[in-house]
């Protein structure tokens, strides 16, 4: 499965950010779905992950309560809604794949679409 997110930008601090993940080339109701994302000079940070059906959810702790992820399978798309953002929660964020189970771990993702640039600004 090819995957492409988009819709970061520069957005205020309190302000809020929906991203969406563009899936093509296969059946998107057989994966699991995840959010990472990486801020200059750290390593890749787990942020969110979705079941196959929507029923399960996960998040990193640093974005409970703000961040709420989603997916439209008829649509083949995958959300993260980010309100209540702050400055630490800029950097790049990517959707990633796997098949079945969700997982909080980077290294069991099989598909990844190149990241989009979220800006904070204080």
């Known amino acids: 499965v090819q995957l492409q997110a988009y819709g970061g930008g520069l957005v205020q601090a309190g302000g809020s950010l929906r991203l969406s993940c563009a899936a093509s080339?296969?059946?998107?109701?057989?994966?699991?779905m995840g959010w990472f994302r990486q801020a200059p000079g750290k390593e890749r940070e787990f942020v969110a992950t979705i079941n196959r059906t929507g029923f399960r959810k996960d998040y990193g702790d640093s974005v409970k309560g703000r961040f709420t992820i989603s997916r439209d399978n008829t649509k083949k798309t995958i959300y993260l809604q980010m309100n209540s953002l702050k400055p630490e929660d800029t950097a790049v964020y990517y959707c990633a794949a796997r098949m079945f189970a969700t997982s909080s771990s980077e290294a069991a993702y099989t598909s990844w679409g190149l990241g989009t640039q979220v800006t904070v600004s204080s």
């Open positions: 080339g296969g059946t998107i109701s057989q994966y699991a």
